[in-house]
């Protein structure tokens, strides 16, 4: 399969935000790409670095107008493309949702995400009510993706579900950075930190990895922080944790991967964790903590 990623510097103006990752979806497509995975929030800027009650304006129904414009686009690029949309549900009722459309331009599935945070400019529990559609892959003509959601990557839990219901690659649309008072070792050890967590997935679950960062300084509208660098650093990673490409930390990118799918197979033959994991042992797992 081989994988588009588009990792972009967001401004305030969603209309142009939309042109510029339409355009590029086109052009990965015209590279080859058969599944195109965009960026968490991709409409517009990260607003979860303050609390407004004004921005719930900006959500959106799925279906919706985002829908309708990238479900042209997916059909007539002929791609696989993964979504990230502020959905309103519900009047009060909000999710950081993901989209998946198949080359159709149908909706082949949704993902809502589980694993809200909530710290200095990460306020998402003001925006987002946790998902409740479980860790199930999406059906599509490529395969059964499993969709996940920033966050989500520092689970285990939530990766190794997605395999058991026998997803053939693990995909995370992300909007992570570091804040400007972070001193520039500890931004390095986030960084590879979150790199290293979802490699661990990969190796751990036999399975490639996909996550796509956005990129650039967004300022704190509020003045409260002094604003998130996003770390961009977008990669792919085969079944072994082996970083098959990485964007640029700074700059905006798109990149065509080939991922060997059936290289799964192997390694999962070589290393068969499913096999051996103590089941029989794993209740614990359900408690908060093991007093």
């Not at 999406?138 to 993706?145: Q, V």
């Not at 839990?157 to 693990?170: D, H, K, N, P, S």
Request: hydrophobic content about 35%.
């Amino acid at each position: 399969m081989k994988v588009g990623i588009i990792q972009q510097h967001n401004t305030s103006d969603r209309v142009l935000n939309r042109r510029r990752l339409t355009e590029k979806i086109y052009q990965v497509a015209r590279e080859g790409a058969e599944l195109v995975v965009l960026q968490e929030l991709h409409e517009g800027l990260y607003f979860c670095q303050t609390e407004e009650v004004h921005t719930f304006d900006q959500a959106e129904t799925i279906p919706g107008d985002s829908t309708a414009h990238y479900s042209r686009v997916a059909e007539q690029a002929g791609v696989v493309l993964v979504l990230s949309l502020f959905e309103k549900r519900a009047t009060g009722l909000y999710h950081n949702t993901s989209v998946v459309l198949d080359k159709d331009g149908s909706i082949a599935g949704i993902y809502r995400k589980m694993h809200i945070p909530d710290d200095p400019a990460y306020y998402e529990k003001f925006y987002f009510t946790p998902g409740d559609l479980g860790f199930h892959p999406i059906e599509t003509s490529l395969g059964k993706l499993g969709v996940l959601v920033c966050w989500d990557q520092w689970y285990p839990e939530a990766a190794r579900l997605m395999a058991l219901a026998g997803a053939e690659l693990l995909i995370y649309p992300t909007a992570i950075g570091t804040e400007s008072s972070d001193p520039p070792e500890e931004q390095t050890r986030q960084r590879e930190a979150w790199t290293t967590v979802q490699r661990g997935h990969a190796v751990a679950n036999g399975l490639p990895v996909v996550a796509v960062n956005r990129v650039g300084y967004e300022q704190d509208p509020s003045g409260v922080t002094g604003g998130i660098t996003f770390w961009g650093q977008s990669f792919v990673a085969g079944p072994q944790g082996e970083v098959l490409e990485m964007l640029s930390t700074t700059e905006e990118a798109t990149a065509v991967v080939d991922i060997d799918l059936e290289r799964s197979e192997q390694v999962r033959r070589w290393w068969p964790f499913l096999r051996d994991r103590r089941i029989d042992e794993y209740d614990e797992i359900l408690k908060r903590y093991r007093d």
